[in-house]
T-cell receptor
Framework: GAVVSQHPSRVICKSGTSVKIECRSLDFQATTMFWYRQFPKQSLMLMATSNEGSKATYEQGVEKDKFLINHASLTLSTLTVTSAHPEDSSFYIC???????????FGNGTRLTVT | QKEVEQDPGPLSVPEGAIVSLNCTYSNSAFQYFMWYRQYSRKGPELLMYTYSSGNKEDGRFTAQVDKSSKYISLFIRDSQPSDSATYLCAMRGDTDKLIFGTGTRLQVFP
């Protein structure tokens, strides 16, 4: 149980375009999902907390207008990287838990390359 | 000082060895402790989840939490080449926010 699916697994886009990444909880409902960013050989950095039916909570230093998060249902959260630039190239990972004290389960990540 | 400290390694061991991975932390409010395994270019996979102090065993894996010392460990017995990955410790208090260690790269050679 507790499967989190993330799509796409890899995307290459041109500078200035926008990219949408989907995160789905397949066998449970998640009122809260989390979006992380990971640079090579580094740990996960929390970008924002996505709350179903309300605005996301962004970590300090993360531009909310650049990284748009929508949590429209209990099983789906999306992250849109707007006007992407090469420095946005990274590995983006989402996670969710089925209930308050349950551990987080992660998607398999999306490798974004902006050319 | 980081909230969670973890030696990045790399740690290289022969097949069959017992591996010990550790993290220390500074926030006494942490109550939930997790170990994740991450293969290259994949998302983290939950290995162990413990609450408060104590030991938990699952197959070849044993997780230990010592809250008095603010120290957690993951032991891997009879290590296999397929265990080669990065191991991340993670922990949190009552909030949802998970704090990760930097990860330890483990390589098990045949």
């Amino acid at each position: 149980g507790a499967v989190v699916s993330q799509h796409p697994s890899r995307v290459i886009c041109k500078s200035g375009t926008s990219v949408k990444i989907e995160c789905r909880s397949l066998d449970f409902q998640a009122t809260t999902m989390f979006w992380y960013r990971q640079f090579p050989k580094q740990s996960l950095m929390l970008m924002a907390t996505s709350n179903e039916g309300s605005k996301a909570t962004y970590e300090q230093g993360v531009e909310k207008d650049k990284f748009l998060i929508n949590h429209a249902s209990l099983t789906l959260s999306t992250l849109t990287v707007t006007s992407a630039h090469p420095e946005d190239s990274s590995f983006y990972i989402c996670s969710a838990s089925s209930q308050g004290n349950s551990p987080l389960h992660f998607g398999n990540g999306t490798r974004l390359t902006v050319t | 000082q980081k909230e969670v400290e973890q030696d990045p390694g790399p740690l290289s061991v022969p097949e069959g060895a017992i591996v010990s991975l550790n993290c220390t932390y500074s926030n006494s409010a942490f109550q939930y402790f997790m170990w994740y395994r991450q293969y290259s270019r994949k998302g983290p996979e939950l290995l162990m989840y413990t609450y408060s102090s104590g030991n938990k065993e699952d197959g070849r894996f044993t997780a230990q939490v010592d809250k008095s010392s603010k120290y957690i460990s993951l032991f891997i017995r009879d290590s296999q080449p397929s265990d080669s990955a990065t191991y991340l410790c993670a922990m949190r208090g009552d909030t949802d926010k998970l704090i990760f260690g930097t990860g330890t790269r483990l390589q098990v050679f045949p």
